[in-house]
DNA sequence: TCCTCATATAGATGTTAATCTATATATGTT
DNA sequence: AACATATATAGATTAACATCTATATGAGGA
């Protein structure tokens, strides 16, 4: 339970820098190279390895290797879990933590 | 446009932490006090007051002042725009940034 | 007025993260 | 085999952050 938290918080902070969130909406349009990513953005080629392994490690992107190129892809269905753990969390639901009775004096 | 990054990524930052994400959760089923949302925490008051400033200035918390008691309440109408954020980031939409011919040679 | 209680602020500390330069790896070409 | 190109890794530096202890603020009650 409390796992949920710390695995949805690790792919929330990967989202957490405004150039990550620019490269997401690069990719939602389809697969890029890091080299067609790179052109949007004023940092260096170690900067944004770094940035897509951030987005790598907690799968909300992946990686084709094709000859000298790395093709990156969002994985949309973690994409899709992670919008759907968000609107869990902000909606009234059963398994709401405040539900706990044995931590929460909640109604 | 790139402001559009900068400001959610600074509320997705907030939430990119599992202690702010459970008080979240916590305050998603209603308003409650500083010392209700505490019970569910081993760490010290200061360290909620910290979270709690956190949450609220990025405006997706709100408080409200009764007498000795802080009573915090998420503002859903910023819930719901972060989460539009989100969805319309993965989606392959008009105002993606691929559509910006002059920064990018998507085909 | 003095005391108690709920919360906020200040300041310190250890950890994590974003970025850089330099270099390594690995594939394709001549 | 030697070289060029795309990407990854290593190591350093600076900034941001989570947490703590100590203290301040501000409201209610005796």
Same mark, same amino acid.
């Given at each position: ?14 989202? !957490?820098?405004? *150039?990550r969130?620019? $490269? ?6 389809? /697969?890029?190279?890091?080299?067609? $990513?790179? /052109? ?9 390895s770094h ?7 907690? !799968?909300?992107? =992946? %990686?084709?290797? /094709?000859?000298l190129? *790395? ?11 992670? $919008? ?6 902000i909606?009234?639901? /059963?398994?709401?933590? %405040? ?5 929460? =004096? %909640?109604?």
């Amino acid at each position: 339970m409390k796992q949920k938290y710390d695995d949805n918080a690790r792919i929330i902070k990967a989202l !957490s820098d405004p *150039s990550r969130l620019r $490269i997401i909406d690069i990719l939602s349009c389809g /697969e890029k190279c890091a080299c067609d $990513i790179l /052109e949007h953005f004023d940092f260096t080629q170690p900067t944004l390895s770094h940035h897509m392994k951030v987005l790598m490690d907690c !799968s909300i992107v =992946e %990686c084709r290797k /094709e000859g000298l190129w *790395s093709y990156y892809y969002l994985n949309n269905n973690n994409c899709n879990r992670l $919008i759907l753990f968000l609107m869990n969390l902000i909606t009234d639901t /059963e398994d709401c933590i %405040c539900k706990d009775k044995s931590k929460c =004096e %909640c109604k």
